[in-house]
């Protein structure tokens, strides 16, 4: 898509006119009967969604009522995602954007995320594909259009990755992909192979791609901006585990297994927010730690009874094949502490439990991060409406973490499933962190408003908000 300022808006263009008062629609040069329509309409209509059908093309009226700014931003970019299906059906090319600049720029962030479409496996895909190619907005500044294009390209970026299944997507792919991702983007990445991760001793990877016929991967990328504002890094850890069957510890295949293929979402909001962040250039120094492996059965994979050696030397009791995000997060967790960082966000796909609680609707939070950098998060979550609910962190939570036979184990008792699994990660860091479970928000079985259906690339925008306000 073709992201652009224009001057001023054309008579020949579809148009979304946004306006806060009545007066300003004189600006749109309706003819006396469209007025009389559209005056009657701004009377009865709450939303003010108002569409007219001209002989050339659309215009969609749309205003705003103040109240909260985060939930008006959301109706924006929703009322972007609708106008994109009606412009794709109308089989349209380009549309224009004119008014308030940061609904201008939420409508279009809604039209953008909304034509994203996953195609590569189809046949006939070219016919597929959506007519909607350009969105103009008046009078945007450089600076937003660069930021709406690079955040909105790092989103997609991340779907795609997420779309892949895993007879293309292996951990090897993942590394690829994040690799060609970084010539694009202008940002470094280094990929650490088996033998490295062997080398290492990174035993909770290692011990969760036993059972795979593929080599694991582990990725680092970097950011790092000459004047970097900040002294000590940024680390985002991401789980990458390119396929969950659950090991040994199997998955059902219906409603379960049959969507793990987004057990890598987390490296993919890391991947997409770096790529973001650099196509930006954010004057920030972001590392993104990307470990990822799939996860399955075999005759060699590890099983439940086995105790693993981890990085960091702690042993864990694995009582659940299926618990395996951890295993690999921790690894990296431990790995990020020789940045010294500044904070360390990890995001994962990590537990059904986060799903239950709270839906696709929000990512589930918690750790050690309080005070003014926890609300900037907290407020980018608002912002960017990947909303953040912090989850409790009692210590009472970790003593059920406890193992008869090993420092850890790496399943809790039948409740609190997200917080244990945030307890266990706890163990392998040392500095100021935050742990995003995504499994909710991650990947929707159907079409939701700009969202779409699949993998989302939840998480990319929030980084992204938040290191641009950090
Ligand atoms: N990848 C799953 C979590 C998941 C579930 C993500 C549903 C997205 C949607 C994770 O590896 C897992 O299987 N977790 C287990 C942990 C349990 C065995 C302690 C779970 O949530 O059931
Ligand atoms: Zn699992
Ligand atoms: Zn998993």
Redesign the pocket.
């Given at each position: 898509m073709n992201i652009r300022s224009i001057k001023d808006f054309s008579d020949k263009q579809h148009l979304i006119f946004v306006a806060s008062t009545k007066a300003q629609l004189k600006e749109i040069g309706f003819s006396k009967s469209e007025m009389d329509y559209v005056n009657s309409k701004w009377e009865k209509d709450s939303n003010n969604n108002i569409a007219v059908n001209q002989y050339n093309r659309w215009i969609f009226v749309l205003s705003f009522k103040k109240s909260d700014s985060a939930l008006l931003l959301e109706a924006a970019r929703k009322a972007g995602s609708k106008i994109n299906d009606k412009l794709n059906a109308e089989k349209a090319t380009g549309v224009n954007i004119v008014g308030d600049s940061d609904f201008s720029l939420a409508i279009a962030e809604g039209v953008i995320l909304s034509n994203y479409q996953f195609l590569k496996y189809f046949k006939d895909a070219d016919k597929k594909e959506n007519s909607l190619k350009e969105v103009a907005i008046v009078g945007a500044s450089k600076k937003a259009i660069t930021e709406l294009e690079s955040v909105t390209s790092g989103v997609l970026k991340a779907r795609d990755l997420i779309n892949e299944p895993l007879s293309y997507l292996t951990a090897e792919q993942l590394a690829a992909d994040v690799k060609s991702m970084s010539k694009e983007a202008g940002f470094k990445v280094e990929v650490l192979n088996k033998k490295k991760i062997e080398s290492l001793k990174m035993g909770g990877l290692l011990a969760v791609n036993k059972g795979s016929i593929d080599p694991p991967t582990f990725s680092i990328l970097e950011w790092k901006p000459e004047k970097a504002k900040n002294k000590h890094p940024i680390v985002l850890v991401g789980k990458g585990?390119v396929y969950?069957t659950?090991g040994l510890?199997l998955?059902p295949t219906k409603n379960?297994m049959d969507f793990?293929k987004?057990?890598m979402s987390g490296a993919a909001a890391v991947a997409g927010a770096i790529y973001a962040i650099a196509k930006a250039k954010l004057n920030v120094h972001v590392i993104g730690l990307i470990p990822a492996t799939d996860n399955r059965p075999s005759g060699n994979a590890y099983a439940p009874g086995d105790v693993i050696k981890m990085y960091n030397g702690l042993t864990v009791e694995v009582l659940?094949t299926?618990?395996?995000?951890r295993m690999l997060l921790a690894d990296a967790l431990a790995y990020a502490q020789k940045y010294k960082p500044e904070l360390v966000i990890d995001l994962a796909?990590?537990?059904?439990?986060a799903?239950a609680a709270i839906g696709e609707y929000g990512i589930v939070a918690m750790g050690n991060l309080e005070g003014v950098k926890w609300q900037k998060l907290e407020q980018s979550g608002n912002n960017v409406y990947e909303r953040l609910v912090r989850f409790p962190f009692w210590d009472e939570y970790g003593d059920l973490m406890k193992s008869k036979i090993a420092d850890l184990k790496n399943?809790?008792g039948p409740y609190a499933?997200s917080i244990t699994?945030g307890k266990f990660l706890e163990n392998f860091t040392d500095y100021p962190w935050i742990h995003l479970d995504i499994?909710g928000p991650?990947?929707l079985h159907s079409k939701t408003s700009y969202k779409g259906q699949g993998g989302t690339g939840v998480g990319v925008r929030l980084l992204f908000d938040f290191i641009k306000n950090n």
């Open positions: 585990v969950d659950g510890s998955k379960s793990m987004s057990d659940n299926d618990a395996e995000g796909t990590l537990t059904g439990a799903a399943i809790g499933g699994a499994a991650a990947f």
